[in-house]
């Protein structure tokens, strides 16, 4: 029997997607979707999906069984925005929906495990322009503190029980297809809805935020060429720092207005401008590119062509 899939979190901003690049490639049947919430697109409801709460254990052991699942991505979480808001619920999911994962991997229920990790690991003190990847780490924020605890987790799990956890840290993801999930680098997927709606934005960021960015179609290539990797390749078991590029909101608007002449960017900053201050410009990503052949494709001016294009077409379907 071919090895069946399980996504948790994907009605999410990255895991509606890997669901269906998932599906592309091993066939629907294979790829059971699931999420807390039904999912509202017609695409994820074509094929097999559950409704679970990743940090009920029972609940997972039991979708894990009878699907047969031999590889979990585990997707879900509160991001930076949400969990300043609600910090003691973002901890709990992020750290409890973890264990849960690794522990199924501990009693050789699954074979194989993704688990997101985030720029949000850094912090402050972290050197800022290209980030190493073992550096000081000393995060800010409660999705960064959980982040960085669930790495350690990841790398302990690995190296007590062998388990076969993957990770790489997600650096700000842009996307038209699903919106975004509560994160500090949600403005630069707001901008273009926008732009072409209003042709005005207000930037919660200021103008020289430079943020690590990526967009979704390279994260997705990376969340698969990682899982696909031989296991004696992937030599860091905590997680990968990953880089596809870095600009601030004015250089977005920049490249925008070539599209666009009458676009107009405002900036009023917010609580999340001292998240985004607290996180590296730049990240090195040597060792993806190394370990496993890591390579990204999105500049800035594609990801802006993309992105028009995409949201436009969407408006048009509605
Ligand atoms: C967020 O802004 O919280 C996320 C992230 C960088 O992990 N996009």
Request: hydrophobic letters at 35%; a negative charge; glycine letters at 6%.
């Amino acid at each position: 029997m071919p090895s069946k899939i399980l996504i948790v979190g994907a009605c999410g901003q990255i895991g509606s997607e890997l669901t269906l690049a998932l599906r592309d490639i091993h066939g629907e049947n294979a790829v059971i979707a699931s999420d807390i919430k039904a999912p509202t697109s017609p695409e994820l409801s074509g094929g097999p999906f559950e409704i679970l709460d990743a940090t009920d254990y029972e609940s997972f052991k039991s979708i894990v069984t009878t699907h047969d699942i031999d590889t979990v991505y585990m997707m879900a979480a509160m991001l930076s925005g949400t969990a300043e808001k609600f910090p003691e619920k973002g901890w709990d999911l992020n750290m409890t929906s973890l264990f849960n994962v690794l522990n199924l991997g501990k009693e050789n229920l699954i074979n194989k495990i993704f688990w997101p990790s985030s720029i949000a690991v850094f912090g402050p003190t972290t050197p800022k322009v290209d980030t190493p990847q073992q550096t000081v780490m000393e995060p800010t924020t409660v999705y960064g503190i959980s982040k960085q605890a669930g790495e350690r987790w990841c790398a302990y799990y690995h190296k007590r029980y062998g388990v076969d956890v993957r990770s790489i840290r997600y650096p700000g993801l842009i996307s038209y297809k699903t919106p975004p999930g509560g994160g500090t680098t949600d403005y630069a997927i707001e901008i273009f809805h926008e732009a072409l709606k209003s042709q005005k934005y207000t930037s919660f960021l200021s103008a020289e935020t430079a943020l690590p960015m990526m967009y979704m179609d390279d994260a997705i290539h990376a969340t698969i060429s990682i899982m696909d990797a031989p296991s004696d390749s992937v030599k860091i078991r905590s997680s990968y720092n990953l880089a596809g590029v870095s600009f601030t909101p004015e250089e977005l608007y920049k490249e925008i207005k070539k599209q666009i002449p009458d676009f107009e960017l405002a900036y009023e900053t917010d609580f999340r401008q001292a998240i985004a201050d607290s996180w590296p410009n730049s990240i090195d990503d040597t060792e993806a590119r190394t370990d496993w052949g890591w390579r990204h494709d999105f500049n800035l001016e594609m990801i802006v062509k993309e992105m028009l294009e995409g949201v436009k077409s969407l408006e048009e379907v509605k």
